[in-house]
């Protein structure tokens, strides 16, 4: 099976625009989770979807926000860019709905200038 | 929430030496304990897991091991080689949340 990818893997934004990333899971998994990596807070839970439903979220202000379709493919956008949000957006896929192996994609670099 | 803490954050040790990592989380609800390994600039990778009703688990030159009582588990490498260089991370899953909970990381250096 094709493992999970995300495009774009590179993307230079400015300030105060906003920016959508794309995460496929592997063929079969429906479960869809997505996380925030920076050098200063290691890898930081953003959301959950699994089916179309966002099942939990971490503690993100509300400029970040994602959806599922019914492919399972994810997508997750952050509006008014600030500096800060410049890191390595990893999602992952699992089979199972809870407690699953979560394996990751290459990530998205955002960098926000 | 779940919180885990993970040391040390680097470690540094001889080609064929033994490298252990400890992790201890918080929330005694957790029921999931992966560990990943994070080459530079690529992925992390499932190397490992153990679920709460084992106690240990092996594969080949990794190991885990949990504590349900402390809340601690451990990953151990024997034999390390060169190309088991790279920054691991723990994390435990409760079930009540739903999520992934990632330890800070250990930067693991093996020198040959």
């Known amino acids: 099976k094709a493992g999970v990818t995300q495009t774009p893997r590179y993307l230079i934004k400015t300030r105060g625009q906003q920016v959508t990333l794309s995460c496929s899971p592997i063929s079969g998994h429906r479960s869809v989770s997505w996380y925030q990596q920076t050098p200063g807070q290691g890898l930081q839970f953003l959301f959950e979807?699994?089916?179309?439903?966002?099942?939990n979220k971490g503690n993100f202000p509300g400029r970040f926000s994602g959806r599922q379709f019914s492919n399972s493919r994810s997508e997750m956008n952050v509006s008014t860019l600030e500096l800060g949000d410049s890191a390595l957006y990893l999602c992952?896929?699992?089979?199972?709905?809870?407690?699953?192996?979560?394996?990751f994609g290459p990530g998205t670099r955002l960098t926000v200038t | 929430g779940e919180n885990v803490e993970q040391h040390p954050s680097t470690l540094s040790v001889q080609e064929g030496d033994s490298a252990v990592i400890k992790c201890t989380y918080s929330?005694?609800?957790?029921?999931?304990f992966p560990w990943y390994k994070q080459e530079l600039g690529k992925r992390p990778q499932l190397i490992i897991d153990?679920?709460?009703?084992?106690g240990e688990k092996k594969d080949q030159r990794i190991a885990v091991t949990l504590n349900k009582t402390a809340k601690h588990f451990s990953l151990h490498i024997t034999e390390t080689q060169p190309e088991d260089s790279a920054v691991y991370f723990c994390a435990a899953f409760i079930n009540a949340g739903n999520m992934l909970t990632f330890g800070g990381g250990t930067r693991l250096m093996v020198k040959p």
């Open positions: 979807y699994f089916s179309e439903t966002q099942r």
């Open positions: 929330d005694s609800a957790s029921n999931y």
């Open positions: 153990i679920r709460s009703n084992v």
């Open positions: 992952a896929s699992s089979e199972r709905q809870a407690g699953g192996e979560q394996y």
